[in-house]
C-alpha cells in the first residue's frame, strides 16, 4: 500500500522499484475496483437525471407512453446500476491496456527499451491518479445532485452545448489526466530508458491524439457526461 501512495508524493520511487521488479496487478485492480463502486454510487445519486434523460430520448425517437414506462421500470431496476459499474470497469480496463500497447510499440522509436510487462506496471500504477479523480467527482454529484460534473477545462465554458465538439474537446483537457500523462511521461524516462524529453512528446502526442479522437466520438455518441 505504502507503493500505491508513492505515486502521489514519491513517483520517481516507485518508477524506480518497477523498472527492476515490474508488478501491475494490485495497482491495476485497485484502479478497477474503485472506479466500478464510484461509478455504481454515482448512478444511484443521480438516478432521475438519468431516468429524465432516458425518458427525453425516447420520446425523441417517437416512442409510446406504454413503451417508455416499460423500458424505464427496467432501466431504473438493478440493471441500472450494474451496467454502469460493469461498463466503467471494462472501459478503464480496455483503455490502460490498450494506452500500455500503443506506448510500448512506440517506445523503441524515440529510443527507449519496449518491455510490455514494465510498461503495464508503469500505466497500471500511474492510473491510481484516476482513483483520487473519481473520489472528487463523486463528492462533486454528492454535492450537485448532479452527475454532469467535470474537473476540465470545460469549467470555463458551462453554457456551451455538451454535445458540441469544443465542449467535448476541453473536456478531455482533465487535471486529473494531465497529471497522470506527466507521471507516465516521468516514468517511462526511468523504467524504459527513454530520454526526457522525448518521453513528454511520446506520451503527449499520443493523449492529443486521444484527446481528439475522444472529442468526436462524444460528439457523434452525443452529450459527454
Known sequence: MGRMLDVFFAPTKVFTYLKEKPQWAVAFVIVLIVVTVVAAVSVGIARDTILERQ???????GMTEEQMEQALSVASGPLLYISSAVGAAIFTAIMLVLFAFILNLFIPVFSGTAAFKTVFSLISHTALVKVLAAIVKLILIIMTK????????ALLVPNMARESFGYQLLMGCDFFVLWE?????IGINITNDVPKKSAYILVFLIWVVSLFIGALLGTLGGPGV
Open 55 to 61: 425518458a427525453e430520448a425516447m420520446r425523441e425517437r
Open 146 to 153: 448532479s452527475i454532469f460534473v467535470t474537473t476540465s477545462l
Open 181 to 185: 500523462m506527466i507521471l507516465v511521461a
